[in-house]
């Protein structure tokens, strides 16, 4: 089992720069695909970005594709989500979300797209984008 805490969120202007940090718990981190979700207000939970469990292979939305990056470090059992030239549009809760990768589909495990392949959740943390 893994424990997933998110960290980073907060109020930002349109145009602005966020990072948003996951640290997960357990040594088995490399064996998680990690992705990043959201959640507006009356809106279903949709997907954001992934990557696999090496870090060679990252996974775009197209309403962030060019603005965000997805990485991780495994050494520090963390996954980030670099958010440049946010919008008003971006404002959500944002949920960090691992996929176990192991044996013959750990090459292509994919965290995403939909959310019914995360096998575990984060709490979740504020975006806040103003206009």
Do not use: H
Request: glycine share 12%; charged share 15%.
């Amino acid at each position: 089992q893994v424990q997933l805490v998110e960290s980073g969120g907060g109020l930002v202007q349109a145009g602005g720069s966020l990072r948003l940090s996951c640290a997960a718990s357990g040594r088995t981190f490399s064996s998680y695909a990690m992705g990043w979700f959201r959640q507006a207000p009356g809106k279903e939970r949709e997907f954001v970005a992934a990557i696999n469990w090496s870090g060679d292979s990252t996974y775009y939305a197209d309403s962030v594709k060019g603005r965000f990056t997805i990485s991780r470090d495994n050494a520090k059992n963390t996954v980030y989500l670099q958010m440049n030239s946010l919008k008003p549009e971006d404002t959500a809760v944002y949920y960090c979300a691992a996929r176990r990768a192991m044996g013959l589909n750990r090459g292509t495990a994919v965290a995403g797209p939909s959310p019914g392949v995360i096998d575990y959740w984060g709490q979740g943390t504020q975006v806040t984008v103003s206009s």
